[in-house]
């Protein structure tokens, strides 16, 4: 029995190489594996460098006066939608080529669910005899879309470990298919640096989260349980991973640290096997669980640089999003990861339910002092969240449940006003690099201009960037944003 494993292309204005670890996929390889499949997986995002410009979608019209074309360099907005990946065609017949006994889609996030529709749609127009089944995080949180797409011969929701025994059982009368332990240790390597001497893997250890953040869809996947895989696990997993570099791993957890004591176990175990490891935690450490002698041992340990959550500064949203937080403990944790020379990204959630341009502001303005460039996630849910049921969520495009896509979701802030705020936020990381607050940006040829261009805007109090190596004024703003922002920071 043969299956192929297909992540699809991806469409949006980024993707990011930790975006395509495909860790979701890694579950569903190894479980075949066990069955006695043969596996084949593409991982269709990252199998051609080049990614290709796409007219921008008819769902995507608000966006057209916020894109710049040929806008580049630090204050930047998205300028171009692209396909990360090859044309769906290609992809169907690569996978054809395979001639599986069964085709297996990741569909890892619900923004994306149209591009996992385009790729069963591809492989149904040559070969309708193949199942084609689906699973990840889009259909755990709207498996009705999948269905009623009509490419799919299986939906399957939850995760890979609890929903693909029983499926392969009733489908192929496989038994007894080894059930893994719960949660599975998966790791993949994502890219190699030579001159840096390092492979690149991503990993995930635990699953689930008990705390109850009301923008937060990880329950709606991984429930509300925190599960951690076995430690014995991740040492006989390190055992396999060539020696002749050293490693940079980053966990793609959503709560790491909830058992800190487990984590900090977890990095002992990768550091006997690779004393010199990089390590990175790009979805974010939860700070609440940390103190400043926790930031130095990790520090010392190989994180060189930290992504923090914040979610925001203002007490009011936080207590509606039932968000804990501590702002001051925040702010001596990220002076402390500066003082042990390490950088950080603390990011903030705009357009929120009862956002307003003020309390956007106080986030920036609070992150502004300190010493730590500032992240900016937009707002968006997923079906299943409080305030979106999935039948309301089946009358907007799943496109828009991209952060990329600043569609105004909560109707606290307009789409100027978020894309303003983001415009902020790399404005506020460009004054900061250039005064040496944070690590300087990497210049791309336009570093002279900068000071100039943070002047103007600090003057003229007007928002401007860069296009095809000139200074532009931003054509669609939110100038009360920017001067309510610049009186809080002058
Ligand atoms: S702490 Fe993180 S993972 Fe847990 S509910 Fe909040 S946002 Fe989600």
Redesign the pocket.
């Known amino acids: 029995m043969k299956a192929v494993i297909a992540a699809p292309p991806v469409t949006d204005f980024y993707f990011t190489p930790s975006r395509a670890s495909a860790l979701g996929a890694a579950a569903v390889e190894r479980f075949l594996a066990d069955c006695g499949f043969d596996t084949v997986f593409f991982n269709f995002p990252v199998s051609v460098k080049k990614s290709r410009e796409l007219p921008l979608p008819a769902e995507l019209g608000h966006l057209k006066n916020h894109l710049i074309q040929g806008e580049s360099g630090p204050l930047s907005f998205f300028s171009s939608y692209k396909r990360f990946g090859p044309e769906y065609t290609d992809c169907a017949s690569a996978v054809l080529e395979q001639n599986p006994d069964m085709i297996l889609i990741s569909s890892f996030a619900w923004a994306y669910a149209e591009d996992a529709v385009r790729l069963a749609a591809a492989i149904k127009k040559v070969n309708t005899r193949i199942p084609v089944a689906v699973g990840g995080a889009g259909p755990s949180v709207n498996p009705e879309y999948f269905r009623m797409s009509g490419v799919f011969d299986f939906v399957l929701p939850g995760e890979a470990e609890v929903v693909l025994p029983e499926f392969i059982e009733e489908t192929f009368g496989l038994t007894p298919c080894r059930l893994q332990p719960d949660p599975g240790f998966y790791l993949r390597e994502t890219g190699k640096s030579e001159k840096k001497g390092l492979r690149y893997y991503s990993a995930v250890l635990t699953r689930g989260?008990?705390?109850?953040?009301r923008?937060?869809?990880?329950?709606l996947v991984h429930g509300r349980k925190f599960r951690k895989c076995d430690t014995g696990d991740i040492a006989g997993e390190l055992d396999r991973i060539p020696d002749d570099y050293d490693i940079h791993l980053n966990f793609e957890d959503?709560?790491l640290l909830?058992d800190r004591d487990y984590f900090f176990e977890v990095i002992d175990i990768v550091e006997h096997k690779f004393p010199g490891a990089v390590f990175t935690a790009e979805n974010?450490l939860?700070y609440t669980f940390l103190d400043e002698n926790s930031v130095s041992m990790l520090t010392k340990s190989g994180f060189k640089s930290f992504n923090f959550?914040m979610?925001s500064a203002d007490q009011y949203l936080l207590k509606n999003e039932r968000?804990i937080s501590d702002t001051e403990k925040l702010g001596s944790i990220i002076r402390r990861a500066k003082q042990e020379g390490a950088s950080s990204v603390t990011y903030f959630i705009c357009g929120l339910e009862g956002d307003t341009e003020s309390t956007a502001i106080s986030s920036l303005a609070h992150l502004h002092r300190l010493p730590t460039l500032t992240g900016i996630s937009l707002f968006y849910p997923v079906p299943g969240l409080p305030g979106y049921s999935t039948d309301r969520m089946n009358s907007f495009s799943p496109v828009l449940s991209a952060g990329s896509s600043a569609w105004p979701w909560s109707g606290s802030l307009t789409t100027t006003q978020m894309i303003t705020a983001f415009r902020i936020a790399r404005f506020s990381n460009l004054l900061k690099s250039i005064e040496g607050l944070v690590s300087p940006f990497r210049s791309n040829g336009a570093a002279p201009q900068w000071t100039e261009i943070t002047e103007r805007i600090s003057a003229e109090k007007k928002l401007f960037t860069f296009s095809g190596g000139k200074i532009i004024e931003v054509p669609e703003q939110d100038p009360a944003l920017l001067s309510s922002f610049l009186s809080r920071i002058l």
């Not at 923008?215 to 329950?219: D, P």
């Open positions: 989260c008990p705390k109850n953040c923008f937060c869809s990880n329950h959503d709560n909830f974010g939860d959550s979610a968000r």
